[in-house]
């Protein structure tokens, strides 16, 4: 329902009633099958005093803080989004004028830096479901970094991020031409992260807003180790910090 282009990026309050009427009753009835089965496991694991001195004041918290939400200065969000895309489009073109390769496409990237270099492969059998690792292979040589010592992704194949790339800007110190290519690479990541996280989710998600403020959705077990997290449009507690090198997004929320 929420994917459907009517009401696309708006959030659940924002939807007219009868749209979400089974989904809100049927979240509701299983909510409480979920409490009643595990209401008598947090008593007897003592965890209803945690639950009632922690818990649901933070979560009432949680609460004031998505209603208040962020106001947007939209001007500075605009002039944001001006500001990347003349950086983002010459690093696009000299990219693929030096690689042949299209910068924002990681497997491209890949078949340039790595070969068609894959460590392993996982293969699932379609009638058990079984998966299997099997040895990869390298398709063709000539690939300009040694793909073999490479951080890899899940499916065996070197993959294209900022600890790749690190890896790769210190094995490649004495090549200019790896050196340039990965400051490209890393520069226009950099921009395009602030160009479509900050600007384009947020403008996209103003239209549905009643007061033209943002709610990030906080969540209070999003992390590991406990912290919050938030995100849609994006996650408020971690904006890029100031540098000489991009503008202060921070200047765009109150």
Same mark, same amino acid.
């Given at each position: +329902?929420?994917?459907? !282009?009517?009401?696309?990026?708006?959030?659940?309050?924002?939807?007219?009633?009868?749209?979400? +009427?089974?989904?809100?009753?049927?979240?509701?009835?299983?909510?409480?099958?979920?409490?009643? !089965? &595990?209401?008598?496991?947090?008593?007897?694991?003592?965890?209803?005093?945690?639950?009632?001195?922690?818990?649901? @004041?933070?979560?009432?918290?949680?609460?004031?803080?998505?209603?208040?939400?962020?106001?947007?200065?939209?001007?500075?969000?605009?002039?944001?989004?001006?500001?990347?895309? @003349?950086?983002?489009?010459?690093?696009?073109?000299?990219?693929?004028?030096?690689?042949? =390769? #299209?910068?924002?496409?990681?497997?491209?990237?890949?078949?340039? &830096?790595?070969?068609?270099?894959?460590?392993?492969?996982?293969?699932? #059998?379609?009638?058990?479901? =079984?998966?299997?690792? /099997?040895?990869? !292979? +390298?398709?063709?040589?000539?690939?300009?970094?040694?793909?073999? #010592? /490479?951080?890899?992704?899940?499916?065996?194949?070197?993959?294209?991020?900022?600890?790749? *790339?690190?890896?790769?800007?210190?094995?490649?110190?004495?090549? @200019?031409?790896?050196?340039? *290519?990965?400051?490209?690479? +890393?520069?226009?990541?950099?921009?395009?992260?602030? /160009?479509?996280?900050?600007?384009?989710?947020?403008?996209?998600?103003?239209? &549905?807003?009643?007061?033209?403020?943002?709610?990030?959705?906080? %969540?209070?077990?999003?992390? %590991?180790?406990? !912290? &919050?997290?938030?995100?849609?449009?994006?996650?408020?507690? %971690?904006?890029?910090?100031?540098?000489?090198?991009?503008?202060?997004?921070?200047?765009?929320?109150?």
């Amino acid at each position: +329902l929420l994917n459907e !282009r009517t009401y696309r990026d708006a959030q659940m309050n924002e939807l007219p009633a009868y749209a979400v +009427l089974d989904y809100a009753c049927e979240d509701a009835f299983w909510a409480n099958q979920l409490a009643t !089965r &595990f209401w008598p496991e947090m008593q007897r694991m003592n965890y209803v005093q945690q639950w009632d001195a922690l818990e649901m @004041p933070i979560l009432k918290i949680i609460r004031d803080m998505h209603d208040t939400g962020l106001i947007v200065d939209e001007s500075k969000v605009h002039a944001i989004k001006e500001f990347c895309r @003349p950086v983002m489009e010459p690093l696009v073109e000299e990219f693929k004028e030096l690689t042949g =390769a #299209d910068i924002t496409s990681s497997q491209q990237c890949g078949y340039f &830096f790595f070969g068609a270099y894959q460590k392993y492969k996982v293969e699932k #059998d379609p009638e058990t479901g =079984a998966t299997t690792v /099997a040895p990869g !292979r +390298l398709v063709y040589p000539g690939a300009m970094w040694p793909a073999e #010592d /490479a951080p890899m992704t899940k499916g065996g194949v070197p993959a294209i991020n900022y600890e790749s *790339l690190m890896w790769a800007k210190h094995v490649t110190k004495d090549d @200019p031409l790896s050196q340039k *290519l990965i400051a490209m690479k +890393l520069r226009y990541a950099e921009v395009a992260k602030l /160009a479509t996280t900050y600007t384009d989710s947020v403008t996209a998600q103003i239209p &549905f807003s009643p007061d033209g403020r943002v709610r990030p959705r906080y %969540n209070q077990t999003g992390t %590991n180790t406990g !912290r &919050f997290s938030s995100s849609n449009p994006f996650n408020a507690q %971690n904006f890029p910090k100031k540098s000489d090198n991009l503008p202060d997004i921070r200047e765009a929320f109150t």
